[in-house]
């Protein structure tokens, strides 16, 4: 089965600084999508950004980027030019690619990010 | 932009009752899933459900718990006899496709009290 590891339970960053939030993950599998989803105090997940595994160029969303390392099993989240408005637990979540295969989220346990002014 | 909505935003029922929590995908979408969120725990996956039936679920969906897409536009989760354990943030998503770049589309959630 597959499983995502973010660990760092908690991180805070300075308004307009750059931060970097850490994703692993476990899979056999050679076809998969990742994402990063945003869930502010709403509660509602808000997709961020996402990647198809066989990529190698990561990718961009405004200040939102990531770096996938595929060997290392590695999908960190960099958010440049942090803002107030970023404040929100952040979940790394994996879905297989494999045709036929499950389609379902399987999520981190999520990162608290503190945006301080 | 389309939104999933989810009603009602938050219930409190008593243990053994019973309740259905109701969504409205976005109009589009053929893929249906819910979600659930201990608090304080990470998002789990409970059911996906396309073309009228369940593709997959999982073991927390057991015989408790039931999905339905009565009339075309909401799909609805039931949970029987609901247990203390119940409790939580339940998500329902929707998405148009399957495969990439197709992303879900998550509601603000139904939070649900079981006392």
């Known amino acids: 089965a597959q499983t995502v590891t973010q660990s760092q339970p908690e991180m805070s960053v300075q308004e307009a600084e750059t931060v970097t939030l850490s994703c692993t993950y476990d899979?056999?599998?050679?076809?998969?999508?990742l994402f990063w989803y945003k869930q502010p105090p709403s509660r509602q997940m808000i997709l961020v950004i996402r990647q198809e595994a066989y990529k190698q160029q990561n990718a961009t969303e405004n200040r939102f980027s990531v770096n996938f390392q595929k060997a290392a099993k590695s999908f960190s989240l960099k958010i440049s030019d942090s803002q107030l408005g970023d404040a929100a637990m952040y979940f790394c979540a994996y879905r297989s690619g494999i045709q036929g295969g499950s389609e379902k989220l399987v999520f981190g346990k999520g990162t608290k990010l503190t945006v301080n002014p | 932009e389309p939104e999933v909505t989810q009603t009602p935003s938050h219930q409190v029922t008593q243990m053994g009752q019973e309740v259905i929590l109701r969504c409205v995908p976005i109009s589009n979408h053929l893929y249906f899933y819910w979600y659930r969120q201990i608090l304080g725990q990470k998002v789990e996956f409970l059911v996906s459900f396309y073309n009228n039936e369940i593709s997959e679920k999982s073991e927390i969906f057991d015989d408790q718990f039931s999905v339905e897409r009565p009339d075309g536009s909401n799909f609805t989760l039931k949970i029987r006899s609901t247990k203390l354990e119940d409790s939580a943030m339940y998500f329902c998503?929707?998405?148009?496709?399957?495969?990439?770049?197709?992303?879900?589309?998550f509601g603000s959630g139904t939070r649900l009290t079981v006392v």
């Open positions: 998503a929707s998405s148009e496709g399957v495969d990439f770049p197709y992303g879900y589309t």
């Open positions: 899979t056999s599998e050679s076809d998969y999508y």
